[in-house]
């Protein structure tokens, strides 16, 4: 059974820094891995999603990065703003998907 | 293009009584996933129809059960409300019957049980 895990589960910066959010998966036969962004009650927005094969998947301001062979995979968001305020979840696809729990990240102006 | 709508958007019940949410998928997908997300968590697996046909099921007891019609647009059902039911419940579409594929999201119904 694929388990996910987020660390850490909130962050808060100031505007202007770079954020690290990381995530873990126990089973590395992945198709692809998926970052979302949900804002407080909403559904779910996909950001990135990396195809096993790749290795870095950019989009704007956002990277991410996937190392299948030590399961983990790092969203990268260059210089913050409060837009970005958000919770941002992963998750590994089967026939599903499996999420880790988020992380809650606040931006202060 | 239309993405995927959910209907609706909030909902209140009391315990033991049922419910019934509705998906309908974006154009040319004919995969429909349910998910249940309680606070502070992250989205769990309720089950998937694929072409009307259930097609994998996560930890749910019987009493969550669903159907999908032949324009692919999917109910989730629950019955014998619990307040542990209280949840946003997510309904995701996709072209293919493969975790490959890039899955779109609704807004979600926010289910209340008192």
């Known amino acids: 059974k694929q388990e996910v895990t987020q660390i850490p589960a909130a962050l808060s910066v100031p505007e202007g820094e770079n954020l690290v959010l990381n995530c873990s998966f126990t089973?590395?036969?992945?198709?692809?891995l998926q970052w979302f962004r949900q804002d407080p009650g909403k559904g779910l927005t996909s950001l990135l999603l990396?195809?096993?094969?790749?290795r870095e998947q950019t989009s704007g301001r956002l990277n991410a990065s996937l190392d299948k062979s030590s399961g983990r995979s790092t969203l990268y968001i260059a210089a913050s703003q409060p837009g970005d305020s958000a919770t941002y979840l992963c998750?590994?696809?089967?026939?599903?998907?499996?999420f880790g729990a988020g992380t809650t990240v606040t931006v202060r102006a | 293009e239309t993405g995927v709508t959910q209907s609706p958007t909030h909902l209140i019940k009391t315990r033991g009584q049922q419910v019934t949410l509705r998906c309908s998928s974006q154009?040319?997908?004919?995969?429909v996933s349910w998910y249940q997300q309680a606070l502070g968590q992250g989205p769990q697996f309720i089950f998937q129809?694929?072409?009307?046909?259930?097609?994998g099921r996560g930890n749910f007891p019987p009493r969550f059960s669903g159907l999908q019609f032949p324009n692919y647009s999917s109910e989730l059902n629950v019955n014998a409300l619990e307040l542990d039911d209280s949840a946003l419940y997510l309904c995701?579409?996709?072209?293919?019957?493969?975790?490959?594929?890039?899955?779109?999201f609704g807004p979600g119904t926010r289910l209340t049980v008192l």
């Open positions: 995701a579409s996709s072209r293919e019957n493969q975790g490959a594929d890039t899955q779109y």
């Open positions: 089973d590395s036969a992945i198709y692809n």
């Open positions: 990396i195809q096993s094969s790749q």
């Open positions: 998750a590994v696809p089967d026939y599903k998907l499996s």
């Open positions: 154009s040319g997908h004919n995969t």
């Open positions: 129809y694929y072409r009307e046909e259930e097609n």
